[in-house]
């Protein structure tokens, strides 16, 4: 009874396997990289968040830091990959609405943050570094992520 069970479930197995393994026939080289892409991006995520707690005392701040990165990132990788000619006349109009705040009302806000921060080299610290690295880094892998599945994943459907 066991061995029945065992090789039904085998059967479904490769069943199963095979389905899967179809539905990506065809696409290749491209998807295998996007998959190897996402898996070396979810461990840097992991990294990410074991970093959250050993930057500074506030690892709540660490980690909005991280999604505030991340979301931005997403963002601007939506505005970025448009997939149809809909998305791409409303978002071209977004895009210069979104370079007109950036370029003027928040680089300047900014600006006074950073110089605030970094009155003399000394007020530079390993928490102030370790923010903004966590800030960039999670903006390029919510950018990367977001470009990469508009671009060559749901491009592809």
């Given amino acids: 009874m066991v061995e029945l069970v065992r090789k039904d479930a085998a059967k479904s197995l490769s069943l199963n396997f095979k389905v899967s393994a179809s539905s990506w026939?065809?696409?290749?080289?491209?998807n295998n990289g996007a998959i190897i892409g996402y898996f070396l991006g979810l461990i840097a995520i992991g990294f990410l968040f074991w970093s959250c707690f050993s930057i500074g005392n506030s690892p709540q701040l660490n980690i909005l830091f991280l999604f505030c990165g991340g979301l931005i990132g997403w963002i601007l990788g939506i505005?970025?990959?448009p997939i149809s000619d809909v998305e791409r006349s409303r978002f071209s109009e977004f895009g210069k609405a979104i370079t007109t705040f950036l370029s003027g009302f928040l680089l300047a806000k900014v600006e006074g943050v950073f110089e605030l921060a970094v009155q003399e080299k000394s007020d530079i610290s390993d928490v102030f570094i370790g923010r903004s690295l966590l800030l960039v880094v999670s903006f390029a892998l919510g950018l990367l992520f977001t470009f990469?599945?508009?671009s060559y994943v749901a491009s592809e459907k």
Avoid: A, D, F, H
């Fill in 25 to 30: 026939e065809g696409k290749g080289v491209r």
């Fill in 148 to 150: 990469i599945w508009r």
């Fill in 79 to 81: 505005l970025i990959t």
